[in-house]
């Protein structure tokens, strides 16, 4: 079903009004328009959820005529494209965030109330796609909003999970998993386009033949088949025309796959082949776990990755002759290993499909990708066993070993004589059970290499890549992370940004180092006056939302201090634990001791399967009952763990932090991003030189930013000289009080058992370094406590936080991907005249 060309200025377009008007009037007949003919209700039936989708709809006919602009443009326009593979896009809700892009929130506030319903219960009811785990799907989020906004043509391609990262509650203090059920009540900002479905082949086996020229060639027989269908949702850019497309991939049956069993009566088994073909795209898995061996995990980075690059190239053939120039026309960022499988498939596709010969293919393939590298953590490094990946993908197993063959000739040469450099470098990790090392993979097969963070670049070159930096030194750079100002501060604390409109114009939002103009209010009492009482209407919402939700009542004069992430040993959440029950160690022992009182904040969800982080929520909230009920404390502390933190949830939390916790253990954090949105949003950090936090601390200045802990090399050096937490916990009082308690079972209703595994833990292994770091994090805690009391004072560092974070910006990181990388250009959609009277 090919779509039908059209010579574009004869496009026959209908324009109707309902569908592109900006009136209030016409906003307000759109939406029952969309109600009674996409949803087919009337008012009079139609649920929240009825007019939510209505609501939708009237927005996406208003950004519609960007997407097709910028669609027909890139197709008949020769321009370089990046195209963004990921496994993980973890978006948000779009609503507002479109809204604001078009600048059409207010019209359509007003519109929405004056028809009697309430805008932000409407709102409330989008369901987030949390097609990602945390910080890297996220910023695949960022990058595509800043693609769009500095006008950079770009595809993003990745999966589209039926299920997302799960939802979760907390029972009895427990994570509890709830299925994610994104799609239930349908997603208006998809259009599926069936017409674009590629074939994926799977299994099977691999035969030679010689071609008519008498060529050499190799073709695979794979044992099935499945089909990837691509649903397409617009990312708008900001206050431009651009709306680039983020294209995921569903994964179903191909009909020869069924056909086979059905000819033959099995009815029942084509049904079940269909169901298990599908299992492909239905659900994220939760990082953190351990994922080799998981067959399905390996099925869904080839699937999505072979439907992109046949994508591409037929995008590519439409526009030009051949694929003689695809990676002069194409940037692939591979975002970590997940995608890395590409290296081979695009060889595949050259060499098989499109009868290349080895070096010209080579040649395409490795101009064509670059690496980015996100961890810094061996276990998250992916390698696939070799069984399990030859029998999956048997024709890609063959090529990596030529590409590795070649590749280790090169590395002979480079160091002759040295055969431990072979055996580090390979592709195929032979020290035990063999493995393809997808890191590997990625090196060799991309022109750029880039850590996220200065110090993990640095990490990356004298560590974890240190032989791929020895080899190819040039093809190394470092992109330090950024985060969209439109979402984080914009859409998520429009009470700040308004303060700083007001001052400063609004060039900040699209050139985030205007900000810089801030500093001089900083100086200005009645400004810093001002800002704090902002700050603290903003933690009135907060604490609202947790009478709500939690039935707690929260103090908003007292000092918020948040740690919202993945939990996740190295983050440190239990330092944070330890910290609290010093607190409320000291308060038992002294009554009236004058304390700043605080709420503490958490956040985040645990691996499904990953215990310790499981049991660390058990702490958190074991040690909030306490504290929180107990008469003694008298509200001086308080412990909040809020359930389900998500990308909704972030856009409330960030702006209401006065203090933003980030402590994970030097030298673990590949960078952070959380870091950036607190800072961005006022709140003073306490942190390691760890990931970001150096840069942003170099920012901001040494003096607004609470810094505590180990640098790495003291990380190592203590490492290397054997560590022995126990001696920590010997010499400090207050520590050895708080362990001793929580081994009591204090926590724990006297159960003396539930929380050994933790304090076992630190005390005769420590592996994140916890007590090392105990008594500079509490004395740093302190200093946090003491410098909350000068109001004044806090709000000048907080304004200077935000007056100092320009760098921080995604659009910055963007740029330095394009000018370094990917070397594409601006490149400024036009709207057709014949779509000119449209919204
Ligand atoms: O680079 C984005 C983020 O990626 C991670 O979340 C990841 O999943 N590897 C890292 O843990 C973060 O440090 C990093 O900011």
Redesign the pocket.
């Known amino acids: 079903n090919p779509p039908i060309t059209v010579p574009l200025d004869e496009c026959p377009i209908i324009i109707e009004d309902d569908r592109t008007g900006l009136s209030i009037e016409t906003i307000r007949r759109a939406l029952l328009d969309n109600l009674y003919y996409v949803q087919g209700k009337t008012p009079q039936t139609a649920t929240k959820n009825d007019f939510y989708m209505a609501l939708a709809y009237t927005v996406r006919d208003r950004l519609l005529k960007r997407w097709l602009s910028t669609q027909l443009t890139y197709r008949k326009t020769p321009v370089k494209t990046v195209s963004y593979l990921s496994a993980e896009f973890l978006l948000g809700p779009h609503l507002i965030n479109n809204l604001i892009s078009l600048n059409l929130y207010d019209p359509f506030k007003k519109a929405i109330e004056e028809s009697g319903l309430n805008f932000q219960e409407l709102v409330d009811q989008e369901e987030e796609p949390g097609l990602g785990?945390?910080?890297?799907g996220?910023?695949a989020a960022c990058y595509m909003d800043s693609l769009a906004t500095l006008e950079i043509p770009a595809i993003g391609y990745g999966i589209r999970y039926e299920f997302g990262i799960f939802d979760q509650e907390i029972k009895d203090g427990w994570q509890v998993e709830i299925t994610d059920k994104w799609l239930q009540y349908g997603n208006p900002w998809e259009i599926a386009r069936p017409e674009f479905a590629q074939l994926v082949k799977f299994g099977g086996y691999t035969e030679s033949y010689y071609d008519q020229d008498h060529i050499y060639r190799v073709r695979w027989v794979p044992r099935y088949t499945v089909n990837g269908i691509p649903y397409d949702t617009p990312i708008l850019g900001y206050r431009v025309n651009t709306a680039n497309t983020l294209r995921l991939w569903k994964a179903e049956a191909s009909e020869s796959f069924n056909f086979e069993r059905f000819n033959v009566g099995d009815y029942y088994g084509a049904v079940r082949d269909k169901v298990a073909c599908e299992t492909i795209s239905k659900v994220l898995y939760p990082?953190d776990e351990q994922i080799q061996g998981k067959e399905l995990r390996l099925e869904q980075q080839f699937f999505f990755v072979s439907c992109s690059l046949q994508d591409m190239i037929r995008i590519h053939l439409n526009k030009n002759a051949s694929l003689d120039n695809f990676h002069e026309m194409w940037s692939i960022q591979l975002n970590?290993t997940h995608p890395a499988i590409g290296v081979a498939e695009l060889m595949r596709l050259l060499l098989d499909e499109n009868n290349y010969d080895w070096d010209t293919a080579w040649n395409i393939t490795k101009n064509t990708f670059a690496y980015?590298n996100?961890?810094l953590l061996p276990e998250?490094l992916e390698k696939w066993p070799l069984n399990i990946f030859g029998r999956m993908l048997p024709r890609h197993l063959e090529i990596i070993y030529a590409i590795n063959h070649r590749f280790l000739d090169e590395v002979r040469i480079h160091y002759p004589n040295d055969v431990s450099k072979l055996a580090c470098l390979s592709i195929i990790d032979e020290t035990g059970e063999k493995y393809v090392r997808m890191a590997h993979l990625a090196c060799v097969g991309s022109f750029a290499i880039n850590g996220?963070?200065a110090l993990?670049t640095e990490l990356l070159k004298s560590d974890v890549l240190r032989d791929f930096y020895e080899l190819y030194p040039e093809k190394f750079s470092n992109k330090t992370?950024g985060v969209t100002p439109r979402r984080w501060m914009v859409l998520s604390n429009p009470r700040m940004s308004f303060t700083i409109c007001e001052k400063i114009g609004d060039s900040w939002i699209k050139n985030l180092d205007d900000l810089r103009q801030l500093e001089g209010y900083a100086e200005d009492g009645g400004f810093r006056n001002y800002w704090q009482q902002i700050k603290k209407e903003v933690k009135q919402d907060l604490a609202n939302y947790i009478q709500a939700k939690l039935d707690i009542k929260v103090d908003p004069h007292s000092l918020f201090d948040v740690q919202v992430k993945?939990i996740h040993e190295y983050k440190r959440q239990h330092l944070n634990v330890l910290n609290i029950v010093t607190l409320y160690n000291r308060i038992k022992n002294n009554p009236n001791l004058d304390v700043t009182p605080r709420t503490f904040i958490f956040g985040g969800k645990a691996a499904p399967g990953y215990f310790m982080a499981k049991l660390i929520i058990k702490l958190i909230n074991s040690v909030a009952d306490v504290v929180n009920n107990d008469p003694v404390i008298c509200d001086r502390i308080k412990v909040i763990f809020l359930p389900d933190y998500n990308v909704t949830f972030g856009q409330r939390v960030y702006p209401a932090a006065d203090i933003s916790e980030q402590i994970s253990t030097a030298g673990k954090?590949?960078?952070?991003?959380g870091n950036m949105k607190f800072s961005l949003n006022g709140a003073l950090t306490i942190g390691t030189l760890d990931?970001?936090n150096v840069e942003i601390r170099e920012s901001v200045g040494a003096e607004n930013f609470f810094l505590f802990g180990l640098t790495t090399e003291e990380v190592y050096a203590i490492r290397a000289n054997r560590y022995t937490p126990r001696d920590y916990y010997n010499s400090d009082e207050e520590l050895k009080a708080v362990l001793d308690l929580i081994s009591t079972g204090f926590f724990s209703h006297g159960d003396p058992n539930l929380f050994r595994p933790i304090v076992d833990n630190l005390l005769y292994s420590d592996p994140y370094m916890l007590l090392a770091d105990y008594r500079s994090y509490v004395d740093a805690q302190d200093a946090v406590g003491c410098a909350y009391r000068d109001q004044d004072h806090w709000g000048r560092m907080s304004i200077l936080n935000v007056a100092r974070m320009g760098k921080f910006s995604s659009d910055r990181s963007i740029k330095d991907y394009c000018n370094d990388i990917w070397k594409t250009k601006p490149f400024a959609i036009d709207v057709p005249e014949y779509m000119q009277s449209q919204a």
């Open positions: 785990n945390g910080g890297l996220r910023l990082n970590d980015t996100h961890t998250a996220v963070a993990h992370n993945r954090e590949a960078s952070g991003t990931g970001a």
